[in-house]
């Protein structure tokens, strides 16, 4: 049986280190790669079963630091992850606006980007691992 793209997400995601990152101590850990953007991570919240990170590249302008993407995604402790929300310059989508709500497109298009994101940021060589 095919994984789902939420296993496909945890996975790529301990790839990086983020499961590591999670159960370990600090709030915050950044990679640096040349020739890319940083890749930064902050634990946002941890639950019972899920903890919520922040994934975000960032650039400056204007004197400013400028969140480009910055991703806001669901960790759970039995092998899934799922994106909850996505800000750009642009644009701010949430996949639950609010409890009990759903919008299914946004949860379909975020995790497909994370997805993709994740493949890049692997490609890259970033790792939050210490």
Do not use: C
Not at 19 to 38: A, L, P, W
Not at 94 to 113: R, S, T
Request: proline content about 4%; cysteine-free; overall charge negative.
């Amino acid at each position: 049986m095919a994984a789902s793209i939420f296993e496909r997400i945890f996975k790529k995601l301990d790839q990086l280190g983020v499961n590591e990152f999670i159960t370990s101590e600090g709030d915050y850990r950044k990679s640096q790669v040349s020739g890319y953007m940083d890749l930064s991570i902050d634990k946002i919240y941890q639950g019972d079963n899920y903890t919520l990170i922040s994934l975000q590249h960032y650039f400056k302008q204007n004197g400013d630091l400028v969140p480009d993407p910055d991703m806001v995604v669901k960790v759970y402790d039995e092998g899934s992850a799922e994106a909850i929300s996505f800000q750009d310059q642009f644009q701010y989508l949430e996949v639950y606006p609010y409890p009990n709500k759903v919008i299914p497109k946004y949860k379909k298009e975020l995790n497909a980007f994370l997805n993709t994101w994740l493949n890049n940021l692997i490609d890259q060589g970033h790792s939050l691992k210490q």
